[in-house]
């Protein structure tokens, strides 16, 4: 066999092993969404998770609290009578026990909604809703809260429900197999338009 030919056969050899290293070569999928690349319900994902469960059980615990103050009257709260004369003075001048009952119901349905971690998307957007209202007719009055006065509990409120609205529940939830805690956006969006939706209409309706 001459030189010529040896170098051909190993060219040869070598073309056939790329050509199968070639073809065994697997491509990922990058287009594939996460959940299904790696992701599944279990997962533990460190801190993110039990951080979503801290703002949840905080957020829903206080205004559980405040509802139960505007409804029962506990926690030294006003219950129904003398909050629906704080929401006259707020500026509200029909049917201001009605919405005391719709706020009062509002703050402990949804708030505990957050803390279960059921039906997260709802829970936030009735928060988000309520507080939204408060800031509204609360706007002239400044941005520093003292004396009853100023806004800016209510916007902290408000955007912690809408950080969960968007962001889902977390893994430590109830709701951790639902659609709308894996792919949270849409629902966020019309959690977002519900809530801006209810508050537009308790300040048609209410002043």
Sequence with gaps: MSIHDEESKNRGMFDDTASSTAQTTVIPDLGAEPDERADTPTRWHGGLDFGLLVLRVVLGG????????????????????????????????????????????????????????????????????????????????????????????????GTVALVLLFTGSGRLALDVNTPWRRKPLGFGIFGFLLAAAAAVLVLVLFR
Excluded: C, R
């Design 62 to 157: 206080t205004m559980g609290a405040h509802g139960l103050q505007k409804i029962f009257g506990l926690f030294n709260g006003p219950g129904i009578d003398g909050f629906a004369k704080v929401l006259e003075g707020y500026g509200f001048t029909s049917q201001t026990t009605l919405l005391s009952w719709v706020t009062g119901l509002t703050e402990i349905g949804g708030g505990g909604l957050l803390v279960l971690g059921l039906f997260t998307p709802l829970g936030a957007a009735g928060i988000l809703g309520l507080t939204s209202s408060i800031v509204y007719v609360k706007a002239h009055t400044g941005f520093f809260n003292g004396a009853g006065v100023g806004f800016e509990y209510e916007l902290l409120l």
